[in-house]
């Protein structure tokens, strides 16, 4: 069954941080790019960051270069965002999501698989 399930958000002071992870838990996107996305009350789903399976290529939004970095650990099939520095305006559900080709994209519409969402709150 394929399947992602997010882990890690919560409520933290600005300036803090949080790692969210993601575990792929079919086995179904080790190959495959994988990103997060997020969506905050009142506004569409935007695209923080994403990854090729090995790193090749990564993309992150401007909003949040040099504070958040994806990474992945495929021995685990999970994918991380280390977010530092966090902002109010960064509270949003976010959520992983998969492709079935391994080329980053930005797009919601790009996207095969979807995980939960897990909520992070950043208060100031």
């Known amino acids: 069954q394929v399947q992602l399930v997010e882990s890690g958000g919560g409520l933290v002071q600005a300036g803090g941080s949080l790692r969210l992870s993601c575990a792929d838990t079919g086995r179904t996107f080790s190959r495959s790019a994988m990103g997060w996305f997020r969506q905050a009350p009142g506004k569409e789903r935007e695209f923080v960051a994403a990854m090729t399976w090995r790193g090749g290529s990564i993309l992150y939004a401007a909003s949040v270069k040099g504070r958040f970095t994806i990474s992945r650990d495929n021995a685990k099939n999970t994918v991380y965002l280390q977010m530092n520095g966090l902002k109010p305006e960064d509270t949003a559900v976010y959520y992983c999501?998969?492709?079935?080709?391994?080329?980053?994209?930005?797009?919601?519409?790009?996207?095969?698989?979807w995980g939960q969402g897990t909520q992070v709150t950043v208060s100031s």
């Open positions: 999501a998969a492709r079935l080709h391994n080329i980053v994209e930005v797009t919601t519409k790009a996207y095969d698989v």
